[in-house]
């Protein structure tokens, strides 16, 4: 893909972009309809454990192997602890006490925890106005979902769970890109293995602790096994490999959209499949959140033409000095002088 162009939806990317909204979205459901009969740190232990079966399955059949490199095992005990083991636990038990729409909206706040670990924490970002701008925006509208004025304290500490769930994501997904994702020549899938991986082995453990021996798997019943299924082999392991598709195709830009279609079809399946309420703050609050984050992104930032200029054939095989160079604008573009070169 040309920097700076529009992704080609005939390339490929699209159907795997609407598959990854309709499974992170479909998640929450499955989570409401598991822990109904399974305690929330089985649920989480189970769909981890699912997840990393189908991820070393998917390495197997790419021939992609997991890292050898010890830091990089060392490094991803945070990400797989806190950021995957730990806020599957909180969702589940969030859903205890929430709905499933509740939840799936709580989800999108992700990405207004993570700016501020970003930039201050692990100064992988800058700080702008436009960003605190957001951030506000986005936290003003989780008081709206919250309903603060209205909670009843089951409800409410539910809803903290599913926030401090997000929270653990904000800590994690920075903390990869300044300690693992830029020093490592390790494929995607093979990290997201090892995160999973040491994620399933760290929620069996605290299942173990905290709630004992899981019940028999016969005891469960068709739509925990499918849930448990569902959320493991699709959740962890087939929207993992198609958002790298996503990625490679269309760029991490086009790819961090899937952020706002996920509580769209959350609400959408909550509603519909469980037959869940929808309160007016719900949805306004949602908006606001989401609002919130493309304002932090710069989704509404009006783009610089960028002109890229690089040395012609004939210039870097000629010994002349006023050898001729090629001019390339981005497409929709014009000359603007805050011109790239590139050698």
């Known amino acids: 893909m040309i920097p700076g162009s529009a992704p080609d939806v005939r390339s490929g990317w699209l159907p795997g972009f609407l598959a990854n909204a309709v499974i992170w979205g479909s998640s929450f459901i499955f989570i409401k309809i598991a822990v109904e009969r399974l305690h929330p740190t089985w649920v989480a232990a189970g769909r981890l454990s699912t997840g990393a079966l189908a991820l070393i399955v998917i390495l197997i059949v790419t021939k992609t192997r997991l890292p050898t490199e010890r830091r990089v095992w060392l490094h991803m005990l945070l990400p797989g602890v806190l950021g995957t083991a730990v806020p599957f636990a909180l969702f589940a ?28 924490v692990y100064r992988t970002e800058k700080y702008t106005t436009r960003a605190a701008a957001g951030l506000a925006l986005g936290f003003a509208g989780v008081l709206v979902v919250l309903g603060f004025w209205q909670a009843q304290p089951s409800s409410l500490v539910g809803q ?142 009006r783009k610089r033409p960028v002109i890229t200029i690089q040395p012609s054939w004939d210039a870097v095989h000629s010994s002349s000095s006023s050898a001729d160079q090629v001019l390339t604008t981005r497409p929709g573009s014009s000359p603007a002088a805050s011109a790239r070169s590139h050698p």
């Open 93 to 120: 038990y969030g859903e205890e006490r929430v709905s499933s729409i509740v939840a799936g909206i709580w989800n999108a706040t992700t990405a207004l925890w993570v700016l501020p670990f970003a930039v201050l």
């Open 160 to 301: 903290l769970m599913c926030g401090a769930a997000a929270l653990c994501y904000g800590v994690s997904i920075p903390y990869l890109k300044r300690f693992v994702t830029g020093s490592t020549k390790a494929p995607g899938v093979s990290l997201a293995a090892v995160q999973v991986i040491i994620a399933s082995v760290a929620s069996t453990v605290a299942a173990l602790v905290l709630s004992g021996p899981p019940p028999a798997p016969s005891t469960w019943g068709w739509e925990v096994i499918g849930s448990i299924l569902a959320l493991g082999v699709f959740g962890s392991g087939i929207a993992f490999a198609l958002n790298m598709r996503v990625i490679q195709v269309a760029g991490a830009s086009v790819s961090a959209l899937v952020t706002y279609l996920v509580p769209v079809v959350a609400v959408l399946l909550g509603i519909v499949v469980l037959g869940e309420s929808l309160t007016w703050n719900l949805p306004v609050g949602a908006a606001i959140v989401l609002l919130g984050v493309a304002v932090a992104q710069g989704l509404f930032r």
